[in-house]
């Protein structure tokens, strides 16, 4: 794994699988580190169950740009035109699809 670069500490899997669904539709290969810890909860530390999202260098700077209104957590929640699906307000593109979010919706 020494080619992959963290990019993001999710607290948990949900959190980790979410964004990493969101990095795939832009075109981003995704690897989860830590997933595996999780059936060890109540016998580890919380933090020791932390998910890390792992990009190939090419990718980093994509990756990056992706993750950063998540990580501000801007805007409020909004459902996809395309899909229907919902997508925390931190998403520009919807995770499930790809279709970009209607800003005078939101």
């Not at 810890?37 to 580890?44: C, N, R, T």
């Not at 957590?73 to 790809?98: D, K, L, M, T, V």
Request: aromatic share 6%; glycine share 10%.
């Amino acid at each position: 794994m020494s080619e992959w670069i963290p990019v993001y500490q999710a607290a948990n899997s949900l959190e980790a699988h979410t964004l990493k669904g969101s990095l795939e539709v832009s075109g981003v290969t995704v690897q989860l580190q830590g997933e595996a810890l999780s059936g060890a909860l109540g016998e580890l530390p919380v933090n020791a169950v932390e998910v890390t999202l792992l990009v190939r260098p090419r990718d980093l700077e994509q990756a990056q740009l992706i993750l950063e209104p998540y990580r501000r957590g801007a805007g409020p929640a909004w459902y996809c035109r395309r899909c229907g699906e919902h997508n925390a307000g931190s998403f520009e593109i919807c995770w499930q699809c790809g279709h970009e979010a209607d800003t005078s919706e939101q």
